[in-house]
């Protein structure tokens, strides 16, 4: 790693750094390993869910048709959650949003939460990957069902077959990862969560990197972006 992203991880976050991009761009991916280097959470939507579902809530089992069919939670709910988790402690040194905000009310009313919290100005970085590629990554994509940790045939697999390498779970495939869903989720990005990627553009707070790349290559151009930030 270069010197200046060495420097950047030794200092606190200090905002929310939001992942944009198509299900299957490396959102998950990407926010995970950056959350772990600068030591702050890594808040996924679609994570929180998995877990209601996965621990039967009422939430869960409200979430579950919805998720399984591609479409969006209601924003209402997916608010109420985000709303406190990013009140608790352990986000006052900036937080990894990864799957939220994924319609323009949530934008919106994000922007309001943060105006309320200590924290430098958001940054939204959005992971290009055509629809294509989206397809066949997200069919190579297996998760952890305990903690979510995210594999893919051919680039990174757990050592023992089916069994994560970070907690011992098991290594699935998502319901949603089916190909009749995965057109579906693209749909619902491309409709409802792209506007979102305008409303940073115009406000000046949107980068773009090609995500199309390997995981590696992805990671390194992130990290040096936030250095540059953090230099600024
Ligand atoms: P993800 O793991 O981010 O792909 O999310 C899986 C599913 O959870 C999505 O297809 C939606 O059904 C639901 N979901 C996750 N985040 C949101 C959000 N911010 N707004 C609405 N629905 C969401």
Redesign the pocket.
């Known amino acids: 790693m270069a010197d200046p992203q060495r420097r950047a991880l030794a200092q606190p976050l200090l905002r929310a750094l939001i992942l944009l991009g198509a299900?299957g761009a490396g959102?998950?991916t990407q926010a995970r390993e950056v959350a772990r280097l600068y030591d702050v959470p890594h808040l996924?939507?679609?994570?929180m869910?998995?877990e209601h579902v996965a621990k039967g809530t009422e939430l869960g089992r409200r979430?579950k048709p919805?998720?399984e069919s591609?479409?969006?939670?209601?924003?209402e709910i997916?608010l109420a959650m985000v709303e406190e988790r990013v009140a608790r402690k352990d986000c006052a040194a900036g937080f990894v949003l990864?799957?939220?905000?994924?319609?323009l009310p949530?934008a919106e009313r994000l922007e309001e939460i943060l105006a309320c919290l200590p924290l430098r100005r958001a940054l939204a970085v959005n992971l290009l990957v055509d629809d294509e590629a989206v397809v066949r990554r997200i069919a190579a994509r297996r998760i952890c069902n305990s903690c979510g940790a995210i594999y893919s045939a051919g680039e990174k697999m757990p050592r023992v077959e089916g069994k994560c390498d970070v907690c011992g779970g098991q290594v699935v495939q998502r319901p949603?990862d089916r190909e009749d869903v995965v057109r579906q989720?693209l749909a619902?990005y491309h409709e409802q969560t792209r506007p979102v990627t305008e409303f940073y553009r115009r406000r000046g707070q949107l980068l773009e990197l090609d995500g199309s790349r390997d995981i590696a290559s992805v990671q390194h151009e992130l990290l040096a972006l936030l250095a540059r930030l953090h230099e600024q």
């Open positions: 299900p959102k998950g996924s939507t679609g994570d869910f998995r979430a919805i998720m591609g479409k969006l939670v209601p924003d997916v990864d799957g939220f905000p994924r319609t949530q949603d989720r619902t």
